[in-house]
């Protein structure tokens, strides 16, 4: 970033996580530097006035939900495990927030943090499989019990730690965007298998379906391969934002594309829909898709099984994964 403000940089199209964006944000401030996100989702970030604007909702607005799944799910007690950034932090403080207000309660006695860095989750499971031990003993029927985890690609080898405890699999499981379409988690058929077990959900923000979203998903496929993320089209709306700000502005200055933005974000329709920034610089309302691994012809594969109305607060479900 500061290579950058070296050459007259003072407009950046940020594609970094929270924890980066987070380190960027003194300096940005400080020299008037407008960082505009189509990944960092941490509600820590959500500071109104500052140089940052971001294309998706943070995690206090994702948390909800993850806990309305909770309780359709008939989970009226969890444990909570997640990565020890600032990412996976803001997130647990989100769901905490949310459980408390929606009356599930968290056992915050048997939560585990864990280092981002490490690659054997052996301690992990062992921890968490006490806690519902504990829970259990406590008389907490095992269809109440659920666990939130908040993890990257290494939820992987956490499911793989995970099977040496047969009680982990026999309590439901909720993740987040983080931890949906992980490719690993379906090349690893005992992982992949284990996910299924304990119907692990993973709300995803989508952008709904338009020609916009279409055209671009199209473009992705033909050069690429693959199914682009979620993501990509707020990312993709982001440069049409920057480009009719300054056009607007007339001048390349980051304060006068801060003064635009709210403006030309709510007059425009883009592959991400309609957007609303609330009072933070952050995508105010979005609907979520509910990702899960499901056998398809024998393979493993990632798929929809519904989505999270934000409108009504409820999901709509394609697979039906708490009635079986």
Not at 80 to 93: I, K, M, N
Not at 139 to 161: C, N, S, T
Not at 214 to 243: F, K, M, S
Request: aromatic content about 12%.
């Amino acid at each position: 970033l500061k290579a950058w403000h070296g050459k007259g940089v003072t407009i950046v199209h940020s594609l970094t996580s929270s924890s980066e964006l987070k380190e960027c944000k003194g300096y940005a401030d400080a020299n008037r530097i407008l960082q505009i996100s189509s990944m960092s989702s941490s509600a820590a970030l959500a500071i109104p006035g500052d140089y940052i604007y971001r294309n998706i909702p943070h995690t206090l607005k994702s948390a909800v939900p993850i806990v309305s799944l909770m309780k359709e799910a008939g989970v009226k007690h969890f444990i909570a495990t997640w990565r020890g950034d600032s990412w996976g932090d803001s997130y647990y403080d989100a769901i905490k927030k949310e459980a408390e207000k929606r009356g599930i309660i968290l056992h915050e006695e048997f939560n585990v943090r864990y280092d981002p860095t490490i690659v054997t989750f052996t301690v992990q499971a062992a921890a968490l499989a006490s806690g519902v031990e504990a829970l259990l003993e406590r008389g907490i029927p095992k269809e109440e019990i659920g666990i939130w985890i908040a993890a990257f690609d290494e939820v992987a080898l956490y499911f793989r730690a995970c099977l040496d405890y047969p009680i982990l699999r026999e309590v439901k499981w909720f993740g987040t965007d983080s931890s949906a379409n992980v490719k690993t988690l379906i090349m690893d058929e005992e992982a992949g298998r284990f996910a299924i077990d304990v119907k692990l959900v993973n709300p995803t923000y989508t952008p709904g379906e338009n020609p916009k979203k279409e055209r671009v998903r199209q473009y992705i496929i033909e050069r690429l391969g693959r199914e682009p993320d979620p993501y990509v089209y707020a990312a993709y709306d982001i440069v049409w934002y920057i480009a009719l700000a300054l056009r607007m502005a007339d001048v390349y200055s980051a304060d006068a594309v801060r003064t635009l933005l709210p403006s030309v974000v709510e007059n425009y329709y883009g592959a991400s829909g309609w957007c609303v920034l609330d009072e933070n610089g952050d995508r105010a309302f979005a609907d979520y898709d509910i990702w899960i691994v499901h056998e398809v012809d024998g393979e493993l594969q990632w798929v929809i099984a519904g989505t999270w109305w934000s409108a009504i607060g409820k999901t709509e479900w394609r697979i039906p994964v708490y009635e079986s």
